[in-house]
């Protein structure tokens, strides 16, 4: 099933439509409108989720691609300190075609940092920073052979933080040489020596890996917008903004996904929590994984299959 720009326009303004996974999905409104964008492959609306911004895409023919899929599964066993949570949802978004049958669509979700397109910062921010957060962001792609296929000023957001941030990775894919990742930049390169100069006011740092300034032992990258850190042997998390969220008081913690990170307690017992450091998966067990929405346990030498919630399934 084709999906029209009407239709999905009509899904996400309609409050008794309903996705299949994801909970108080608000659409962004303006002048009254819900301003819907067409790529040549995808649509395109701006949503609030949680409290945070969002991108939410969709493909107008068929599923997502594979090359796709194989992008998304490769962030997991990479660290991208650039990308901004990016989730691929398979079969999220159901409509009815038109013979009656529900038809259910993929969409991909990507966190949209505070912050301006890079073709609107140009008119404000000093050319010099600008320079810089696109000298960072490219050293930090080589350094994972990450190329974005589109890069070009409306697909980068120049954060509050000073560091810009790719967004619509329809295209993208990790692996690539260094020559590649040069080419994908010369677009971006060419419109920053291209557009008038704008003079910096004051004293100026440029953007540094924000580990670096963190009081803590061990600093990770974000994931699901919470990062974790150690310090002195126990671990705990940090929120988007740095702020300390969920203090160090854990012997062992994985990265948060999906709202659930797998911890242990000073006793030696591990569960699941969640964003607000409530257990979702209870401490009683030995061993305990999380992977493909399924939690994978252990007491003793008996095993057990759990649900997203934390529930005995198998």
């Known amino acids: 099933m084709t999906l029209s720009i009407a239709k999905f326009s009509e899904f996400i303004v309609s409050p008794e439509h309903s996705f299949k996974t994801l909970q108080g999905v608000t659409a962004i409104i303006q002048e009254g409108v819900l301003p819907i964008r067409r790529t040549s492959q995808f649509a395109e609306a701006d949503i609030m989720l949680d409290g945070k911004r969002y991108l939410l895409s969709t493909p107008l023919e068929g599923g997502i691609t594979t090359s796709l899929e194989h992008f998304c599964l490769a962030l997991k066993r990479v660290q991208a300190p650039f990308l901004t949570e990016y989730r691929l949802l398979l079969g999220e978004l159901p409509l009815e075609d038109s013979m009656g049958n529900m038809v259910f669509h993929d969409v991909i979700l990507q966190a949209i940092p505070n912050g301006e397109r890079l073709d609107q910062a140009v008119m404000f921010a000093a050319t010099a920073r600008l320079r810089a957060a696109l000298k960072l962001l490219k050293q930090e792609m080589k350094a994972i052979g990450f190329v974005h296929g589109n890069l070009k000023p409306s697909n980068l957001i ?9 967004i619509r990775c329809y295209y993208s894919h990790i ?12 677009q971006v390169e060419a419109y920053l020596d291209s557009v008038a100069e704008v003079s910096e006011i004051g004293a100026y740092t440029p953007p540094t890996d924000y580990r670096n300034t963190l009081p803590y032992d061990k600093v990770f990258l974000m994931q699901d917008t919470m990062i974790r850190v150690c310090k002195d042997g126990l671990y705990g998390y940090l929120d988007c903004h740095n702020e300390e969220k969920i203090p160090p008081q854990y012997t062992y913690a994985e990265d ?13 017992k591990m569960g699941a929590i969640n964003h607000e450091n409530q257990w979702e998966v209870e401490p009683i067990y030995d061993m305990l994984g999380f992977e493909n929405g399924v939690f994978r346990a252990r007491i003793a030498e008996s095993w057990f299959e759990l649900d997203y919630m934390g529930n005995i399934i198998k």
């Open 158 to 166: 120049y954060g509050e933080d000073g560091r810009l941030y790719p």
């Open 175 to 186: 692996g690539a040489t260094e020559s590649e990742v040069e080419s994908d930049f010369a």
């Open 256 to 268: 948060f996904f999906e709202n659930r990170a797998v911890v242990q307690t000073r006793d030696g």
